[in-house]
């Protein structure tokens, strides 16, 4: 007689939702439901976004990233 039994696989074993009948020794077919979850890494943003591309010089970003900056009142207390 066939059973279904559920449960999660974590590190290398399987953690059953419900207590299994205890039976000294039988076959077992074990589906994976879902795709494995596959942890990016840091790297892979380079992959998604690429490189960054401008035409100016690195002092010309510097140059008009510090031009777009609002200063601020000075504050007195």
Do not use: C
């Not at 953690?15 to 205890?22: C, L, N, R, V």
């Not at 020794?25 to 942890?39: A, G, H, M, N, R």
């Amino acid at each position: 007689m066939q059973q279904a039994a559920y449960g999660t696989y974590k590190n290398g074993q399987i953690f059953f939702d419900d207590p299994i009948p205890t039976l000294n020794e039988t076959k077992v077919i074990v589906v994976f439901l879902e795709e494995p979850k596959v942890k990016p890494k840091l790297t892979d943003i380079f992959s998604l976004h690429g490189a960054w591309e401008d035409t100016r010089t690195a002092d010309e970003i510097v140059a008009d990233t510090r031009n777009s900056r609002i200063a601020k009142a000075d504050i007195q207390l």
